[in-house]
């Protein structure tokens, strides 16, 4: 059983190298990405009723938020210039073992740019669920790193569910509504 599961990792995230860098950039999708619906399609958002407050946490100068993708908590890195969320190929072998990531929700590969300019290839899936406070994100797209050790980004693909986002430095707290 472990042969079979670590075989379906190896297929299912073709490994490619890349420098660790986050993939915070512009998103380039080649010809192997198929049958993506348009976000429109894709997206929904359950909340409560008014302002969501979101404490961030600081540490080596990077902000932290509390996330929970497909009901596994996690910290992301509070990324406005991610284009995307990111995990690394840990996170993603980590949903895989729970079983709430499976192979419908492997969508195809993209080609990122990072801050500095490099462009590497990642894996695209659907999470059926992002938790942050208390509202969930349905059927949001994010990648996954080619890499064990990559920085988890939540990025605009979340963001841009929301009317307005407040940050607040001084009291280390973020307001989505």
Same mark, same amino acid.
């Given at each position: ?13 073709? *490994?490619? %190298? ?42 080596? @100068? ?14 992301? =890195?509070?990324?406005? @210039?991610?284009?995307?969320? %990111?995990?690394?190929?840990?996170? /993603? ?16 590969? /993209?080609?990122?740019?990072? /801050?500095?300019?490099? =462009?590497?290839?990642?894996?695209? =899936? ?15 797209? /994010? ?11 939540? @990025? ?9 986002? %407040?940050?607040?430095?001084?009291? @280390?707290?973020?307001? *989505?509504?």
């Amino acid at each position: 059983m472990k042969f079979r599961l670590l075989t379906y990792i190896i297929l299912s995230f073709a *490994l490619t %190298s890349c420098n660790g860098c986050s993939k915070s950039a512009q998103k380039f999708r080649n010809n192997k990405v198929e049958n993506i619906p348009s976000k429109r399609e894709l997206t929904t958002r359950e909340r409560s009723t008014g302002k969501t407050i979101i404490k961030m946490e600081k540490r080596n @100068g990077v902000y932290y938020v509390p996330v929970e993708l497909n009901g596994a908590k996690m910290d992301f =890195i509070f990324d406005t @210039g991610a284009g995307i969320i %990111s995990i690394s190929e840990t996170e /993603a072998t980590f949903l895989m073992k729970q079983g709430t990531l499976t192979k419908d929700d492997i969508k195809g590969t /993209a080609k990122f740019s990072d /801050a500095n300019g490099d =462009i590497s290839e990642g894996t695209i =899936i659907n999470l059926k669920t992002v938790k942050i406070g208390n509202i969930i994100l349905r059927n949001i797209e /994010a990648s996954v790193v080619h890499n064990e050790i990559a920085p988890l980004l939540l @990025g605009q693909s979340a963001f841009e569910q929301f009317g307005k986002i %407040s940050i607040d430095y001084k009291r @280390g707290e973020i307001t *989505l509504e």
